[in-house]
Structure formats: structure tokens, C-alpha cells
């Protein structure tokens, strides 16, 4: 039996960043959106883990990229940066409104998330206050895929592996979850994971 769904936040309950994120970025930094684009992710994991701050990550890649900004031009990237991820899926709103709704069943977050934005998102997106339990990777030092985490939220939610659904748009993340016992499926759009909670009859 069903007894929580949780949702990733990047992509799923939010949009992807717009295409011209990128370019706005490379621009402030005063390279090549390619070249930018290269840098980004290598230590991404270290940033959403809590260890570095915005500009403490923008500083380190770009450094790698042999570019040495100023403190200014750091905190505009990390502002281009934050607001890219606050546009909310209002499909994915939807959903977790009516699990939020259903008798007997808990909503969650599980994202890999830095502090800025958690912090941002707390004070500002009005989806971060429906879930009963939202696990974010800066404040348990624990990534996705780490299996952490994940037990991180089977405890907050008070359920076992295979009473948790779980929608992420990561396939090693999915992967991971699936490994542990937990129904996770990889996301698509809110209509299809609406469809999957009611073919498992966790909606009926």
C-alpha cells in the first residue's frame, strides 16, 4: 500500500531553465556559452551538497576555464542562476495539491538543492509549503544517487521503501530509488505521473 508520493524538484516541480540562461551566464563571465557550458556541471554535485556557496562555485569552475572574475560579476552569475529554476510547473502544482488532499497519504521533496536557492525558494515559491516532509541535499550533506538521502526521507515520511512513489527526471536517480525497494518512476509531464498514481490506484 501506497502511503507517500515525492517529487524531485528541478525539472519536475519546476521548469527547465530557459535556452537563454546559458547565454546570459556566458556572457557575464565573458566566454562562450560552449565553453561555459563545459565547466558547469564537474563540480555542481559540491554546490547542491552544501560545501560551496554560489560564488564559491562560479569562482572555482570558471577558474578551471582560466577566468578570474570579480566579486560583482560572481554575484550577477549566481542571481542568473537562482532565478532560472523559480518557474513552476502549474500541472505539477496541481497533483501534489490532490495528493496533498488524499486521505492517508504524505507529500515530499527529494532534490538536490544549494542553500541560496533553498533559502529563496522557502521565502518566495508557495509549493515548498505543501509537502509534509521536504529532504534537501544542502541540509543532510547527501546527494542523489547517495542511498543517504534517500533513507532520509523514507524517515521523515514514516514508510517503507515500497510504500513510497517517487518521480524524478534523472535515470541514475530513478535507478538508485528503484534499487532500494521504492516505486520511483522517471518523469515526464504531470499528466503521465498522474496516470501511473492511478494505475497504482493511489488516487482512486
Request: with cysteine.
Amino acid at each position: 500500500m501506497v502511503k507517500a508520493v515525492a517529487f524531485d524538484y528541478g525539472k519536475v516541480i519546476s521548469f527547465p531553465p530557459e535556452n537563454t540562461v546559458l547565454d546570459e551566464l556566458a556572457a557575464a563571465a565573458g566566454i562562450g556559452p560552449q565553453s561555459l557550458d563545459a565547466l558547469l556541471w564537474p563540480h555542481r554535485n559540491e554546490y547542491d551538497r552544501g560545501t560551496l556557496t554560489g560564488k564559491e562555485y562560479y569562482r572555482m569552475l570558471l577558474a578551471h576555464g582560466g577566468v578570474y572574475p570579480d566579486e560583482k560579476t560572481l554575484e550577477k552569475m549566481v542571481d542568473i542562476d537562482l532565478k532560472s529554476w523559480t518557474h513552476i510547473n502549474p500541472g505539477t502544482v496541481s497533483l501534489m495539491e490532490t495528493i496533498k488532499a488524499a486521505p492517508d497519504l504524505k507529500l515530499g521533496i527529494l532534490s538536490n538543492m544549494p542553500h541560496e536557492f533553498l533559502a529563496l525558494a522557502r521565502g518566495t515559491i508557495p509549493v515548498f509549503d505543501l509537502p509534509d516532509s521536504g529532504i534537501f541535499s544542502c541540509e543532510v550533506g547527501s546527494i542523489k544517487p547517495e542511498e543517504a538521502i534517500y533513507r532520509r526521507l523514507l524517515s521523515a515520511l514514516g514508510c517503507e521503501p515500497e510504500e513510497l512513489v517517487f518521480f524524478d527526471d534523472v535515470r541514475i536517480n530513478v535507478d538508485k530509488a528503484r534499487s532500494l525497494g521504492i516505486q520511483a518512476f522517471l518523469w515526464k509531464d504531470p499528466e503521465t505521473a498522474r496516470a501511473e498514481l492511478n494505475r497504482l490506484r493511489v488516487l482512486a
